[in-house]
């Protein structure tokens, strides 16, 4: 569309020369980590939540649709411009405002990285849990904005876990303030944690209080190599019920052990049909005692190798098979849809089984790794976009996939969200009625529908 000359005025009023209009300043705001692409008819800039009312109101009365954007590195296209409009980029809000060590908590602006909040928190024996792979170039914003994970949810939680208040502005340029600084709080609605996982269609968050947590002053991992999903899965069920809870616990199908084996270089045997990278933290004095209780809920039938990094080279080393994966990856194929699932953890070996017999039906390769603690596993088909009928097959297998999840009493996402990519299955994993009051509440914060139009709600 073209923005009215009026509109133009209003922004460039407001935000100075921070409003980019040059189409080849706009492209690099056009896509995400999805591969998807549409050009935004103009890019702002703000650096005050004040700004970010002004363009919203502005917007709001010309019909504009208002995408917000971290740093673009969402995998479910929820941060392209897809209906056009006006993409508000966070970079420019990028201030920690305060830490407050005795409160646990810390006050920062949407686009501060997520790299750098761990920076500047080490200092004072902190850390903030959410950490996605993207962790030193994605925005607090954005990680809000999906609910991101990482390894560390199975202990600490995600975004939603680890959030106290937020402000934010509704699709009607009002702002709001959600929830609390205080870890306790009964008064009214839960909507800090409704907007947390909304990808910017109920508002666009300007401030957010954190929850923090002390820093452990130590770590060990364990590397638990199984004959077959099955017997790893048995595995996941026993480290999840037994007292201590692990701070990681990573997954890998047996495809994923012969990438990392024979393409990455890592050291594991031939016969490994399962991995889980199992990992304790917390206070060195009963460190051991942990490991040992992991150790023991890791043993049972099939275990082939329980290998134990007494220091943090041997972590490192034992971490090597799961970085050498994704560089492996491409050796199968030069295209990846890569989308996570999440199942009950009892119903890992399921997922893991249909998706196999999926591999063989499109033949085309898929690799299943991520969080087993969760049930929350990457599932990555790998294919060539360059030929149409693999990519007609691929598309078709990641449906499949969607319905086997859902099947076995899961959903669409764990933490990467749903945005474009998973939108036209949300009639399947939410009922009429629950689909029809998301609706509601939508019009409620947003009755004109101008924000991030085309994302999470099909039509």
Not at 153 to 178: F, M, P, Q, W
Not at 293 to 304: S, W
Request: hydrophobic residues 45%; glycine residues 10%; negative net charge.
């Amino acid at each position: 569309m073209d923005l009215p000359a009026s509109l133009l005025s209003e922004l460039a009023e407001t935000l100075g020369n921070a409003v980019l209009l040059d189409p080849s300043e706009r492209l690099a705001y056009a896509y995400d980590n999805s591969r998807r692409q549409a050009l935004p008819d103009a890019v702002a800039l703000p650096t005050s939540a004040e700004q970010v009312v002004a363009l919203v109101k502005a917007c709001r009365a010309h019909r504009v649709p208002v995408v917000p954007r971290g740093r673009g590195t969402n995998t479910t296209g929820a941060a392209v411009p897809v209906a056009g409009g006006v993409v508000v980029s966070f970079e420019r809000m990028d201030r920690i405002l305060q830490v407050r060590p005795g409160d646990r908590c810390a006050v920062v602006e949407p686009g501060v990285l997520n790299g750098d909040l761990q920076a500047a928190l080490a200092p004072h024996g902190l850390f903030w849990p959410p950490d996605p792979t993207s962790a030193a170039f994605s925005t607090v914003g954005g990680n809000l904005a999906c609910n991101a994970g990482g390894p560390r949810a199975v202990k600490y939680g995600a975004s939603r876990d680890n959030v106290l208040a937020l402000t934010a502005v509704t699709g009607t340029g009002e702002v709001i303030h959600c929830g609390t600084e205080t870890t306790k709080g009964a008064t009214g609605y839960d909507l800090q944690r409704l907007l947390v996982g909304s990808e910017g269609t109920l508002a666009l968050i300007v401030q957010a209080s954190l929850r923090l947590v002390p820093a452990p002053t130590a770590r060990r991992a364990l590397r638990a190599i199984y004959r077959d999903v099955s017997s790893a899965a048995l595995a996941v069920a026993r480290l999840m019920a037994q007292p201590v809870t692990p701070s990681m616990l990573e997954f890998m199908d047996g495809q994923a052990v012969r990438l990392a084996r024979e393409v990455g270089g890592a050291d594991l045997p031939p016969e490994a049909g399962a991995l889980l990278m199992i990992e304790a933290d917390g206070d060195e004095a009963i460190l051991a005692h942990d490991i040992d209780a992991l150790k023991r809920a890791a043993t049972g039938e099939g275990l082939l190798a329980l290998d134990d990094a007494a220091d943090e080279a041997a972590r490192q080393r034992l971490w090597a098979a799961r970085k050498a994966l994704s560089p492996a990856l491409r050796t199968l194929a030069p295209g990846k849809i890569n989308e996570d699932v999440v199942v009950p953890v009892s119903r890992i070996p399921e997922l893991v089984g249909g998706v196999q017999e999926l591999a063989l039906a499109c033949a085309l390769p898929i690799v299943c790794f991520g969080h087993a603690g969760n049930g929350n596993l990457h599932v990555n088909l790998m294919y060539d976009p360059a030929d149409e009928l693999q990519a007609a097959r691929a598309s078709a297998a990641m449906s499949q996939v969607f319905a086997l999840a859902i099947r076995l009493g899961g959903t669409l996402s764990g933490e990467h969200g749903i945005g474009m990519a998973k939108r036209d299955f949300m009639t399947e994993a939410v009922d009429p009625a629950t689909l029809m009051l998301m609706r509601q509440i939508k019009s409620v914060f947003d009755p004109d529908g101008i924000l991030n139009p085309g994302k999470l709600l099909p039509p």
